[in-house]
């Protein structure tokens, strides 16, 4: 969508872009590469599959761009994108190098800068977001969800779909096992999702799950549980695009409440005046935690963020390169050391490394779902202006216009003498 913006600016002659995706036909994104392209645009399933059919030829790349770098390499496409580079020729015929682009929400991560390290020239590292920071219109709290303290998904066993990760244990309230727990857990993060909602009043609210499974599992025990009260829809990859468009509008339009997703598909949604988040699961990467919760706290409105952190390891599915089908319909519940696709999830480790990451140790709230009011001046409406805290964003830019305008220059500078630099050593 932005090329096809852009592009609206350019001179003849027209830049020609293609966007490939699975779940729609091919037939006519095989017509269209016939006829000549500029730029392609896709997901790497479609990707390959025109690529390996002989449809579209890298033969004469200048420029590969990764977007989203580290939920690729989380999704397991690491070695996709290897080969993919490795069939880019690294000089064109006309002696022009190839330029590689890679943009990441978590620039930083290990993964992100392996792949760099690995593939990239010299790479230039550009930090537009800086240090992690929790935004002062952010009150974010965590509940430890503890199934030996709290054994109320002795009764929900029933009511509740979990991953089916310990379908073959022998799960029962009496057997205490580390994956009894486990899917106790399961069953509670559900269940606290319905109270945090039901204390709350939330009638807006992003839902981050950690996978697609997770995702779909949710969303079945809101309808389960029923009414306009926990209208929702899913948002993650597994959904055809048409599907996933038309589910972002309804949550856009206010015709449902809740909007469950995953990290991966969440990125780049701007939705103004959210009010509520709600973490089922912490991400394993710390900057995603930022990430996630700086969906609410906009444009000076108060946002809560809910975080539910399991007091015991959980079981969870972890499909990497090794898993033949890639997570679809995998059953394969041994550890990841064993050759299968679980392994532990550890959150009150990745808790830690959060607050760590931001120097702060985060608000706890009990299973009641209650957010104290001492917390801020007087009673906080999540998805309002901010009134009595210190906000006056007008003054705040008036106050800030002298050193951006400061900041302008010098960048000006900065880019003059690295351009003058620059041909200078041709």
Same mark, same amino acid.
């Given at each position: 969508m932005s090329i096809v913006n852009f592009k609206k600016y350019l001179k003849d002659p027209m830049v020609r872009e293609l966007l490939v995706v699975g779940g729609v036909p091919a037939k006519q994104q095989i017509a269209a590469l016939n006829s000549g392209i500029d730029i392609v645009v896709g997901t790497p399933g479609r990707l390959e599959d025109l690529i390996q059919g002989g449809y579209l030829s890298l033969t004469h790349c200048r420029f590969f761009v990764l977007d989203e770098a580290d939920g690729l390499l989380k999704q397991?496409?690491?070695?996709?994108?290897?080969?993919?580079? @490795?069939?880019?020729?690294?000089?064109?015929?006309?002696?022009?190098?190839?330029?590689?682009?890679?943009?990441?929400?978590?620039?930083?991560?290990?993964?992100?800068?392996?792949?760099?390290?690995?593939?990239?020239?010299?790479?230039?590292?550009? #930090?537009?977001?800086?240090? #992690?920071?929790?935004?002062?219109?952010?009150?974010?709290?965590?509940?430890?969800? #503890?199934?030996?303290?709290?054994?109320?998904?002795?009764?929900? @066993?029933?009511?509740?779909?979990?991953?089916?990760?310990h379908h073959r244990n022998n799960i029962r309230p009496g057997n205490i096992t580390a994956e009894t727990l486990s899917e106790g857990v399961k069953i509670m993060k559900g269940e606290y999702c319905i109270r945090a909602i039901k204390e709350h009043k939330m009638d807006r609210c992003i839902i981050f799950c950690r996978t697609k499974l997770d995702c779909d599992n949710l969303e079945k025990y809101f309808r389960q549980v029923g009414g306009n009260e926990f209208s929702c829809v899913c948002l993650h990859g597994d959904r055809k695009p048409p599907e996933r468009k038309a589910n972002l509008e309804k949550f856009k339009r206010q015709e449902v409440k809740f909007l469950i997703c995953t990290d991966v598909v969440a990125r780049g949604l701007d939705i103004t005046g959210l009010p509520f988040m709600i973490n089922v699961t912490l991400p394993d990467e710390k900057s995603n935690y930022v990430h996630r919760i700086g969906r609410v706290g906009r444009t000076g409105r108060m946002g809560l963020a809910i975080s539910l952190v399991s007091s015991v390891p959980e079981k969870v599915w972890y499909h990497g390169e090794w898993c033949p089908s890639h997570g679809r319909n995998c059953s394969n519940t041994n550890l990841t050391l064993q050759g299968g696709c679980c392994t532990w999830y550890n959150e009150p480790q990745y808790l830690a490394e959060i607050e760590e990451h931001l120097n702060i140790t985060i608000e706890q709230i009990g299973p009641d779902l209650k957010v104290p009011l001492n917390e801020f001046d007087g009673k906080v409406t999540y998805g309002e202006k901010c009134i009595n805290r210190g906000f006056n964003y007008q003054?705040?830019?008036?106050?800030?216009?002298?050193?951006?305008?400061?900041?302008?220059?010098?960048?000006?500078k900065a880019q003059l003498y690295y351009l003058k630099k620059h041909f200078a050593m041709r």
């Open positions: 397991g496409f690491t070695e996709l994108i290897n080969k993919l580079h @490795r069939r880019i020729p690294k000089v064109t015929s006309d002696g022009k190098k190839l330029q590689m682009v890679v943009c990441s929400a978590t620039l930083h991560s290990f993964e992100v800068k392996k792949m760099a390290e690995n593939l990239m020239s010299f790479p230039t590292w550009v #930090d537009l977001k800086g240090e #992690d920071a929790v935004p002062e219109t952010v009150h974010h709290v965590v509940v430890m969800v #503890d199934p030996q303290k709290d054994k109320s998904w002795y009764n929900l @066993r029933s009511h509740i779909l979990t991953d089916g990760v003054n705040h830019v008036q106050q800030m216009a002298p050193i951006v305008a400061e900041l302008a220059t010098y960048e000006s």
